[in-house]
Structures are given as C-alpha cells and as structure tokens.
C-alpha cells in the first residue's frame, strides 16, 4: 500500500513540475513529427528515422550546439522504441551511480526483456575511467547508451568509447525553426503560452529568433519572460515591444567557448582570412571573437606571428603595425582599443605575403637536427684569452669594415653547410629588393675572390 501511495505521490510531483516547469521544457516535442530542425537525420528516410522505423538502433553520440535538440531526440528515440529511458548528467554523475543504473538495467532485462536507453548529457564532462566503465555494458547489449556532447567527440571522447558508437551532428537550428517553435508555443494552450494571451508581431518573433543564436531554449526563455513580464491591458492581451526585447536582453549572446573547439574553429577562419587577403573576412570574425569574449591580447599575439609568418619581409611594416596594435590595446583597453585590432587586421589582410622566413626557419630547424652541433669554424670563434688566440680562435678573421664597401670574401657557415640556402625571397613587395641585395652581394663575394662560384644550393 505505502509503494502504491508513493507512486501517486511521485506521479502528481511529477505534473506539478512539468505543468510548472520553463516553457523550453515543456515545449519539449514528444514525437518525430513534431521536431523540428535535423532534417538530414530525422526526416523521411534518413537516418535516424529509419532506424526507428526498422527498430534497429544503435548506441550514438548527438554531437551539436546547445538547444538544438539533442535530449529531446534521445526522449524521442525512447518513447518510440518503448524502451527503458534513464537520464543523469555527467557534470553530477560519478563512478558510483553508473554501477548502480548499470545493474539496474541488468536486472530490467533479465525480468522483463526490456532494454534500456542510458542517456548521458554532457559526455565531455566525463573523465576516462567513468567513460571507460560504459564500454563492457555497450557491447553485450545490457544499455543502449546516447551520449549529448557540445563539444568535438574526437578530442572529449576516449577512443574506445567513440569506435563502439555512431556520431550524429545536430547543426543550429535556422531562424525559420525557431520562429516555428515559437509558434508553436505561442498557440498551445496545454504546454504552450497561450492561456496568456500573448500578441507577438511578426518582427518581434524574428528579432528574439535573431538574439537566440540557433538555440531553441533561449529563443523559449526570452518569449517566456517577455510575456509574464508584459502588463496585460483590458481586454487580458499581452501586446510584446520590440523595447521589451531590448530591456530583456541588450545583446545577442553569441556561442563561444574560450577552451573548447569554437575557440579554435573561430581564430583558424581569422588567420585564413588575414592569409586569403581578405580584410572584410578577416574583420568580421575578429569581431565575432570579441563579441564572444576572446582575450583581445591573445588575438594580437596572433597577428603579430601573421605578421611574421604570412607577411615577413613582403612587407617589414606588418611586423611594427602588429606589435603597435597591441602596445594600443594594452594601453587603451576596451573599447576603445579594439579599433587598433581592426586597423591591424585590416593592413595584415591587404599587405603582400611571403612565408620565406617560415620556410627558412623550418629548413634551418630540419638542418640542425640532422647535421647535428657542427663546431664553429675556428675563424669566427670569439677569442678572449691569449690562449684561446694561440690555437687559432678567431685567426684569420676579416673585419668587413676593412674592406671596400665593406663586402669580405670569407664564409659564416661551417663547410657541411657551405652550399645551402635556407631563405629563398619571393619576387615581390619589399622581398624583390632584399632578393637583388642578395644577388648582388652575392656577384660581388665572388668578383673579389676571384672565381665564378656556382649558385648555392636551396634546401
């Protein structure tokens, strides 16, 4: 009798929470046909439709952003199946309670042959051992495990764990599904909002879908609080303004994680676009990582290695206007600092580029390596004592400025790298001139020894 009292208990907390819950839970769809977005996998004949269609699933990982409908699918995939549906999030869940759901759904299938759906949110969050405990209970079949992450499965997800499971990508959902999913809302009297009596434009819709992001939640929680926060006038009609929008929320928060992969996604499309001679690319998604919250400071580190590796000496200025745009922001701070960002961003993604220092500094790496710590030649040594001079530190050396126009013929290199050229300059922007400099101190080597040496070889 008291389990049977119990059971009533839970069941009538369990409406209280879901007629009381937010309204991006409530809203949650509950069949295939009313979610919305995905439709590479969910829609007719793909996937995951099929899947269920053949009853035939397999343990995956939903790997999207957030509000993009990664739990509901799972929810979904388990009322369509009838299975077992068990929920914990891994930023609360330990070692511990994987055993005890793990058992429990041993003992489910032992009794009644029904399987269970494990649904893990937030995958990431779990270290090795806790995703490494799953692994003997998804090959035998005791779980059907699903796996919510937000971030790269190839880098949060042990190896393992991720060869025994298939990885379906949820994209941001467009601003035409969360316009639908607002509607949807906004006209339901049962889960919805309409009981309130809403009146929400058409501008209005797509200005909280535009502040959203592709997120199907913030686009719910933002109609949700402009609505219980709008007076009703006589009539019991909720008019929502564009002003209440803007009271609500000043900015569109923009996905952005400094340690996780849109971090580097977001710096990799920058540097290509300053790399691509494409200011307006370039300027653009420095400002999306601004307004995400990137350290303005990392993003001039940044450009001054553009400076260095894309532009070297096409154009010595880039390396100096690098470096002054963060002496500029170090000083100024935000806001007003960013412009210096943007002008440097601007003269690096317009200036002629030429990787020649990159590439020397990659030969002259590769070079030591192999050949080793070759000893200096006897003539360039340094040679502060007299004994140092008596076995021949620095005999022989010729002091250039003793020469006419100061060119001797004497050689830096030891002799196993005599013949190889490290930095080869490109034929345009200031590296022309430094090319023919080269050339022709070169001639002018060779005129004076005498001899017509050959070219030296490139490496």
Not at 55 to 84: C, D, F, H, N
Not at 106 to 117: A, D, H, W
Not at 275 to 295: K, N, V
């Amino acid at each position: 009798m008291m389990n049977k009292q119990q059971d009533l208990f839970d069941q009538s907390g369990t409406r209280f929470r879901e007629k009381n819950a937010p309204l991006a839970y409530r809203m949650r769809p509950v069949e295939l046909s009313d979610f919305v977005g995905q439709e590479e996998l969910v829609g007719p004949g793909k996937v995951i439709a099929n899947m269920l269609q053949e009853e035939q699933l397999v343990s995956m990982i939903l790997w999207g952003p957030p509000g993009s409908g990664k739990t509901s699918l799972a929810r979904i995939i388990s009322q369509k199946t009838g299975y077992r549906f068990v929920a914990f999030s891994a930023v609360i869940s330990g070692i511990k309670e994987i055993k005890e759901v793990i058992e429990e759904a041993r003992k489910e299938l032992g009794f009644s042959q029904r399987r269970t759906i494990l649904f893990i949110d937030e995958l990431h969050r779990f270290n090795k051992a806790q995703q490494d405990a799953f692994l003997p209970h998804i090959e035998d079949g005791t779980i059907l495990f699903i796996g919510a992450t937000t971030e790269n499965p190839s880098f949060q997800v042990n190896t393992p764990l991720l060869s025994r499971m298939s990885v379906f990508i949820l994209k941001a959902l467009t601003e035409q599904d969360l316009v639908k999913i607002c509607q949807r809302a906004l006209h339901d009297q049962e889960r919805g909002i309409a009981f309130l009596k809403p009146v929400v434009s058409d501008e209005v819709l797509e200005r909280i879908c535009a502040i959203a992001d592709g997120d199907a939640r913030v686009a719910l929680n933002i109609l949700e609080l402009a609505i219980i926060s709008t007076k009703p006038a006589e009539n019991g009609l909720r008019h929502i303004e564009q002003e209440k929008i803007k009271d609500i929320l000043q900015r569109k928060v923009l996905r952005y994680d400094q340690q996780a992969e849109e971090h580097y996604n977001l710096i990799s499309a920058f540097h290509k676009a300053l790399r691509g001679s494409d200011p307006q690319g370039a300027i653009y998604w420095l400002g999306r990582m601004l307004e995400g919250g990137e350290d303005p400071l990392y993003i001039a580190r940044r450009m001054v290695r553009f400076a260095s590796e894309d532009v070297g000496l096409a154009d010595p200025m880039a390396l100096s206007i690098a470096i002054d745009a963060r002496e500029a922001y170090h000083m100024l701070g935000m806001p007003e600092g960013a412009l210096a960002l943007f002008q440097a961003a601007v003269y690096l993604a317009t200036a002629p580029r030429s990787n020649a220092l990159y590439l020397a500094e990659k030969k002259v790496h590769d070079e030591i390596q192999k050949s080793g710590s070759i000893p200096v030649p006897l003539h360039i040594r340094n040679a502060p004592t007299q004994l140092m001079k008596d076995i021949g530190y620095g005999r022989d050396y010729q002091y250039a400025h003793n020469f006419e126009d100061a060119v001797d013929t004497q050689d830096y290199v030891p002799p196993q790298t005599r013949n190889k050229t490290f930095y080869v300059p490109k034929t345009f922007g200031f590296e022309k001139q430094i090319k023919e400099r080269i050339e022709e101190l070169q001639r002018r080597k060779n005129e004076k020894r005498g001899q017509d040496q050959s070219p030296r070889d490139q490496v």
